[in-house]
């Protein structure tokens, strides 16, 4: 039976609600995060190679990273559901969001998390330098690129409901994640990115989504 291993508080969280979207059935093992660490407790990462979330066993097979199981899920019990049909418009703003999100948007907000953390974290006299480092790969790098990928969100979804036209597709699934996270640290505020904002409140609004959330319990983006 196709178990998904959910990770309080992660990007498990996509996969919980394409169960819910597609009404698979299967098995949901919750785990929290350590305490100290918040990072996955041990016998988390004993069940695949890389021990990150999300990850699922279906028989014999262990398989993380977000992309690589919505594609299997899909193939296995999908019955041609969330994606568009190859050669179509929306297949080719599908292929886009489903690989930038991942590709693109999702390492930009790890960053961002990361240096923010470092900044908070290290001894008090290497912060002046460890600031000044961190805050021109921001301005050079993190933040261009960051707000081109939001900008690009935002007239994407001026143009059509959804990522890839107006059906939900697999691509709204893998971004819905990203898109709760830009807001708390990503500075996509409602001022600057409303479509962005009326494309979250289409997905909380999802019964599905809904069910995703009630299953996960404490879902809530670290600022
Ligand atoms: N690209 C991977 C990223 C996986 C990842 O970094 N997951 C985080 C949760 S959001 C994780 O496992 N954190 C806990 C840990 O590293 O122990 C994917 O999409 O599955």
Excluded at 194 to 220: Q, V
Aim: glycine content about 6%; some cysteine.
């Amino acid at each position: 039976m196709l178990t998904l291993h959910h990770l309080e508080n992660s990007q498990s969280i996509r996969i919980l609600w394409l169960l819910e979207e597609l009404g698979v059935d299967y098995e949901f093992k919750m785990y929290d995060r350590d305490k100290d660490t918040r990072l996955a407790p041990d016998e988390y990462k004993k069940i695949s190679p890389l021990g990150t979330a999300p990850v699922i066993t279906d028989g014999d097979l262990a398989l993380s990273e977000s992309n690589a199981i919505i594609e299997y899920i899909l193939d296995k019990y999908g019955d041609g559901r969330l994606r568009p049909e190859p050669g179509t418009p929306e297949r080719t703003s599908y292929l886009f969001w489903f690989h930038a999100s991942q590709g693109s948007l999702q390492p930009l907000l790890t960053i961002s998390f990361i240096f923010g953390a470092l900044k908070e974290r290290v001894p008090f006299f290497l912060k002046p330098i460890i600031r000044a480092v961190l805050g021109q790969a921001e301005k050079l790098f993190l933040e261009p690129r960051l707000q081109a990928l939001l900008d690009l969100v935002e007239s994407d979804l001026s143009a059509s409901a959804w990522f890839a036209g107006d059906e939900l597709t697999a691509a709204d699934i893998v971004m819905g994640y990203c898109m709760e996270v830009a807001v708390v640290r990503g500075g996509m505020t409602k001022k600057k990115y409303p479509k962005a904002h009326a494309f979250l409140e289409r997905m909380r609004s999802r019964p599905a989504y809904k069910r995703a959330l009630d299953k996960d319990g404490k879902f809530n983006p670290l600022p």
